[in-house]
């Protein structure tokens, strides 16, 4: 089990890329194949920190691997979206998650330089959470568009509507809100076991 968290951390950048790509066929077959391995990665997420924890077999490269993978994927697949569906998903909301996550990485690496580590806050869970929520929805919404009528015209109609737009708003306020979050609350320094963000 050593080297499972590793490996799910590895193949979830590995499949970033393919998933991209198959968003850009704008077809039932790419949009299917993206929502399939975008939740696949979501699970692996989950699934590496929950073995690495539970059999204690987290590991230095684990931890700098892990957040990366995430990022990559989450942005990954939000820069693409804004390609996809530009009035909804705009790219200035996506600038404030992306720039979030940037701030909370350069927080983290001065830190390590100083001898100090940051400890994950409870936010963060609520940020991935409404992340990765949001994702899956709208990558299923967009397999559904391609589908046959009655489900077509639901889905088209709900990715012409103003939810996906104002999802993304919430989303951009709770990634926001969970990165100031680092800035104000001095006891997430100094943890023992620093984890992702």
């Known amino acids: 089990m050593k080297y499972v968290p590793n490996a799910l951390t590895i193949i979830r950048i590995l499949v970033t890329p393919f998933l991209l790509v198959l968003l850009f066929f704008d ?4 949009y299917s ?15 590496d920190g929950k073995v690495a924890r539970h059999f204690s077999v987290g590991s ?26 530009p009035d909804s998903v705009t790219w200035w909301l996506v600038a404030i998650i992306a720039s979030r996550d940037a701030a909370v990485t350069g927080l983290r690496l001065w830190l390590k330089r100083e001898g100090k580590t940051l400890q994950t806050s409870r936010g ?17 919404v967009l397999t559904a568009s391609q589908t046959v009528d009655p489900i077509r015209a639901w889905a088209v109609a709900f990715l012409g509507s103003g939810l ?19 800035f104000t609350q001095k006891e997430l320094l100094d943890s023992p076991n620093p984890t992702q963000s």
């Open 124 to 140: 963060a869970k609520w940020k991935t959470a409404f992340q990765l929520t949001y994702l899956i929805v709208l990558l299923l």
């Open 27 to 30: 077809s039932l077959v790419g």
């Open 164 to 182: 996906v737009f104002w999802g993304l708003v919430v989303v951009a306020i709770v990634t926001a809100w969970t990165g100031l979050i680092y």
């Open 60 to 85: 230095k490269l684990g931890q700098f691997l892990d957040p990366i993978a995430d990022k990559v994927l989450v942005l990954g697949t939000f820069i693409a979206l804004t390609f996809i569906l």
């Open 33 to 47: 194949w993206a929502a399939a391995l975008f939740i696949f990665a979501s699970i692996s997420d989950w699934a």
